[in-house]
């Protein structure tokens, strides 16, 4: 299949897939098609009018290309590792079609090699209000979605979705850029951009109406346990590491 080419958080990768779906799935966030041969190493080549779709905070080093090529093998592990999952949560084993699966072999590989460009995978809803992001985080279920939706009902116009489910955030000892991504959640909700995070929330039900800036060692666990964990032992303590980081440039809160 041909290959194609996306931009991520200020960078290439060039995905070589093994089902059509996925070209569908990232269509908003295509730089070049059979981009082998349509951007240069600079990854400033002959496709330059598309390569402005790059959405960027402004402060990147020059992008790099990252070569994606998918097996089968990718998309059996992936089966495997959600059937143990399933196993482990007392739930029925879900069933995935390979093109589902093959988009998450994707992200998957996209995310650890973010984490040497200091960038993380975060499980959150993101939305900018004038400019600027807010991340809403909690346990599956609890209520982003529907928050954020608020939120643009309220704004109108001034808000914008950035992604509702998986964005990136890039970590810099300044402050943190999110970034919007294909992978948006079920309603499919996000923009191709990028805006300075200014606050996390962690949501939570309550009966009364309330917010409080919460410690960093207080919601680290839940932190942690919402950001992407990488499976190699060097991928996590870069992991913890950034998180360490975005902790200290970034207030978070408990809104209930």
Request: glycine share 8%; net charge negative.
């Amino acid at each position: 299949m041909k290959n194609f080419t996306i931009c991520l958080a200020g960078q290439y990768f060039t995905i070589c897939p093994v089902c059509d779906y996925i070209r569908e799935y990232c269509k908003d966030y295509i730089v070049a098609d059979d981009a082998v041969h349509g951007i240069g190493d600079s990854a400033t080549g002959r496709e330059t009018g598309n390569v402005t779709r790059c959405a960027t905070n402004g402060a990147l080093e020059t992008p790099s290309r990252f070569y994606i090529a998918n097996t089968q093998s990718d998309i059996d592990f992936e089966r495997e590792k959600s059937a143990r999952e399933d196993i482990k949560e007392g739930i029925p084993i879900r069933h995935f079609s390979d093109a589902y699966l093959e988009t998450l072999a994707v992200y998957r590989k996209i995310a650890d090699h973010l984490l040497s460009r200091d960038t993380l995978l975060f499980h959150g809803s993101v939305i900018a209000v004038d400019g600027e992001g807010y991340l809403f985080t909690a346990k599956s279920g609890t209520g982003k979605s529907t928050h954020t939706r608020l939120w643009r009902e309220y704004f109108g116009e001034r808000a914008v979705m950035v992604n509702d489910d998986k964005p990136l955030l890039h970590i810099t000892d300044s402050g943190v850029t999110a970034y919007g991504t294909p992978w948006d959640g079920k309603h499919r909700l996000s923009t191709n951009t990028a805006v300075p995070l200014k606050g996390i929330c962690i949501l939570t039900r309550d009966t009364t109406n309330h917010i409080e800036q919460a410690e960093p060692n207080a919601v680290y666990p839940m932190i942690v346990q919402q950001t992407n964990r990488s499976l190699t032992a060097d991928g996590m303590k870069q992991t913890l590491s950034l998180i360490d980081r975005m902790l200290n440039v970034v207030p978070v809160y408990r809104l209930g």
